[in-house]
């Protein structure tokens, strides 16, 4: 019964801002760490970043280091992505993801995805 649920994104220019929010809810769980990836269109989907709930320190792929943040509210199990200087190939499906322990046996959820566009 773990959903994630995504909002935010849109359509911005470049050099722009925008961010993003995933919550996850339902049933007993721990979390390990909550994250992003993104699917650009005839792409692969790739790894953006990713928090531990422990520590609280984000990771980032290069592409995104220094323009990207992660973030994220233990109180609420959600985490936050803010996209500054955003540039026009930053465009795809955004996916957050949640890393948790159910009763011992740990399982990657992922949220419906949200769009964003960065226009030239």
């Known amino acids: 019964q773990v959903q994630l649920v995504e909002s935010g994104g849109g359509l911005v220019q470049a050099g722009g801002s925008l961010s993003l929010s995933c919550a996850a809810s339902?049933?007993?769980?721990?979390?390990?760490?909550m994250g992003w990836f993104r699917q650009a269109p005839g792409k692969e989907r790739e790894f953006v970043g990713r928090?531990?709930?422990?520590?609280?320190?984000?990771g980032y792929t290069d592409s995104v280091k220094g323009r990207f943040t992660i973030s994220r509210d233990t109180a609420k199990n959600a985490v936050y992505l803010q996209m500054n200087s955003l540039k026009p190939e930053d465009t795809a499906v955004y996916y957050c993801?949640?890393?948790?322990?159910?009763?011992?046996?740990?399982?990657?959820?992922w949220g419906q995805g949200t769009q964003v566009t960065v226009s030239a």
């Open positions: 928090i531990y709930w422990s520590g609280g320190i984000p």
């Open positions: 993801t949640a890393d948790l322990e159910i009763y011992g046996a740990n399982y990657r959820y």
């Open positions: 339902g049933g007993t769980f721990r979390t390990t760490s």
